[in-house]
T-cell receptor, first 116, second 113 residues
């Protein structure tokens, strides 16, 4: 299975600033996703990161707030823009790999973001 | 997407088998059943998946009923390290864009010494 490295693992940020989270995969993968996990909650899909084209955002998430880059098949970034305390969450990168005829997801360890 | 229903929480004694149920009565014929777990402060971990037949790997067994409307994840000899939130997800595998997984609230499994 793919190995995912996320940076930073955690950060404390000031309101109104932006933070970019990096996701590096040790192999080429077609499908890459960004999830958010708010405190005490389950995971919510933010968007699908598409290589060479604009990301596909889920309902409730917009490009201006969460711009995503996917320059190649091993790397993606998620930026959390103009942050507020409500953006305090764990942000997780995941990739889909084929196993036994189905796609399964491998997740990074996550980036824990605290906004003051 | 087919919806899943899981108990909010469960307890199990260490060394015993943990049986986690999941109802998915609206599952369609080409949707897989996936199980993931999330140990505190870590990213979710894939456990197992199946379509129709029962499946077993080094982590767990997945029992899917004949009508596919429910399934059970079995951890045969639970340890304290199996304490986690377990997510049951049903999802269609096929065209690109239909493969994203949507997580529900899961079952919080606590293994007691």
């Amino acid at each position: 299975s793919a190995v995912i490295s996320q940076k930073p693992s955690r950060d404390i940020c000031q309101r109104g600033t932006s933070l970019t989270i990096q996701c590096q995969v040790d192999s080429q993968v077609t499908m890459m996703f960004w999830y958010r996990q708010q405190p005490g909650q389950s995971l919510t899909l933010i968007a699908t990161a598409n290589q060479g084209s604009e990301a596909t955002y889920e309902s409730g998430f917009v490009i201006d707030k969460f711009p995503i880059s996917r320059p190649n098949l091993t790397f993606s970034t998620l930026t959390v823009s103009n942050m507020s305390p409500e953006d305090s969450s764990i942000y997780l990168c995941s990739v889909a790999v084929v196993s036994s005829g189905a796609n399964v997801l491998t997740f990074g360890a996550g980036s824990r973001l605290t906004v003051l | 997407d087919a919806k899943t229903t899981q108990p909010t929480s469960m307890d199990c004694a260490e060394g015993r088998a943990a049986n986690l149920p999941c109802n998915h009565s609206t599952i369609s014929g080409n949707e897989y059943v996936y199980w993931y777990r999330q140990i505190h402060s870590q990213g979710p971990q894939y456990i197992i998946h199946g379509l129709k037949n029962n499946e077993t790997n080094e982590m767990a067994s997945l029992i899917i009923t004949e009508d596919r409307k429910s399934s059970t994840l079995i951890l045969p000899h639970a340890t304290l390290r199996d304490t986690a939130v377990y997510y049951c997800i049903v999802r269609f595998w096929g065209i690109q864009g239909a493969q994203k997984l949507v997580f529900g609230q899961g079952t919080r499994l606590t293994i007691n010494p």
